[in-house]
Nanobody, 124 residues
Framework: QVQLVESGGGLVQPGGSLRLSCAAS????????MGWFRQAPGKEREFVVG????????SYAESVKGRFTISRDNAKNTVSLQMNNLKLEDTAVYYC?????????????????WGKGTLVTVSS
């Protein structure tokens, strides 16, 4: 079992920045690819960004490329999401997720574990 706890959400103006963090516990962190997903009001949950076990491979949704950056610290069992130039449409609950992986790759679906989410509201 892996426990994931997100933090860092809040209210920000358009064009602003936020940094989300996810703390993992329970199993060997380096066995898991990690990802961030989000769910806006009235919409389905969608993939935002993924990072491989080593941190060397990342993948981004087109809507956040150039604005969001994912990173992980395997010594601290954490994964972070730096979000810059936030837009109104970035408003959503953001979820951290983990997937066991034997390969160094990213995943955009079928994650094994989920956090409870943290709310990001972009509003003027």
């Amino acid at each position: 079992q892996v426990q994931l706890v997100e933090s860092g959400g809040g209210l920000v103006q358009p064009g602003g920045s936020l940094r989300l963090s996810c703390a993992a516990s329970g199993r060997t962190f380096t066995y898991y690819a990690m990802g961030w997903f989000r769910q806006a009001p009235g919409k389905e949950r969608e993939f935002v960004v993924g990072i491989s076990r080593s941190g060397r491979i990342t993948s981004y949704a087109e809507s956040v490329k150039g604005r969001f950056t994912i990173s992980r610290d395997n010594a601290k069992n954490t994964v972070s999401l730096q979000m810059n130039n936030l837009k109104l449409e970035d408003t959503a609950v953001y979820y951290c997720a983990a997937k066991y992986s034997s390969d160094d790759r990213t995943y955009g679906r079928n994650m094994d574990y989920w956090g409870k989410g943290t709310l990001v509201t972009v509003s003027s």
